[in-house]
Each structure stands twice: as structure tokens, then as C-alpha cells.
């Protein structure tokens, strides 16, 4: 069965520093396109960080040079180091993994960052 499932979201002040990870499971595991999405009440889902089908990275405008994306070497837990973090980063993050033409999501974590 293929799974996502997100840790390490949290409240933190404003400049503070979180971690989540994703590991994935199943058919999944070991998949290049895997990333995170961020969502706040009312609002679409947006890209945070995701490694792309050919090994690139890419990242939101917003979280650059802020933000970094990583995985293990097994490819099957994928990292996101949150720095100076901001009260507009506050939002549910999503793993987000496709394989074989279809999307798998986790379930979500919240963020929340104070100022």
C-alpha cells in the first residue's frame, strides 16, 4: 500500500528553525518526484520545495534561500530544513509524491510560526 506520512510540524517564534520529514512507503518508495505543498484556510495549494522526475530541485520565490529540501540515500524520506521562518509560512505542509501518472498525499502537518 503506498503512504506518505509527515512529521515534525510544530509552533515556533518568528526566525526559528523546524524540520519535517516524509517517509514513504509501497509501491512509492524510492520515487524522484516528491516534494512539499503548503496550504492556509481558503487558499490553494502551493509548492514549498520538490524535487522534479529528472533530479532537479525547485523551489517557491518565497522560501529560497531559506527552505532546503533533502532526502536519504534510499530515496524514501524526504527532509524539509524551515530557517527564519516567518508568520506567513503558518500553513498545513503536504508530501506530495507522483508515481506512474497518479498523485499520492500525506496526510499533513501543521506549521506555525508566532511573531
Known amino acids: 500500500q503506498a503512504q506518505l506520512v509527515e512529521s515534525g510540524g510544530g509552533s515556533v517564534q518568528s526566525g526559528g528553525s523546524l524540520i519535517l520529514s516524509c517517509v514513504a512507503s509501497?509501491?512509492?518508495?524510492?520515487?524522484?518526484?516528491m516534494g512539499w505543498y503548503r496550504q492556509t484556510p481558503g487558499k490553494q495549494l502551493d509548492l514549498v520545495a520538490s524535487?522534479?522526475?529528472?533530479?532537479?530541485?525547485k523551489y517557491a520565490d518565497s522560501v529560497k534561500d531559506r527552505f532546503t529540501i533533502s532526502r536519504n540515500r534510499a530515496r524514501d524520506t524526504v527532509y524539509l530544513q524551515m530557517n527564519s521562518l516567518k508568520p506567513e509560512d503558518t500553513a498545513v505542509y503536504y508530501c506530495?509524491?507522483?508515481?506512474?501518472?497518479?498523485?499520492?498525499w500525506g496526510q499533513g502537518t501543521q506549521v506555525t510560526v508566532s511573531s
Open positions: 506530495r509524491s507522483i508515481f506512474d501518472g497518479a498523485e499520492f
Open positions: 509501497g509501491r512509492i518508495r524510492g520515487v524522484n518526484t
Open positions: 524535487f522534479t522526475r529528472d533530479g532537479n530541485i
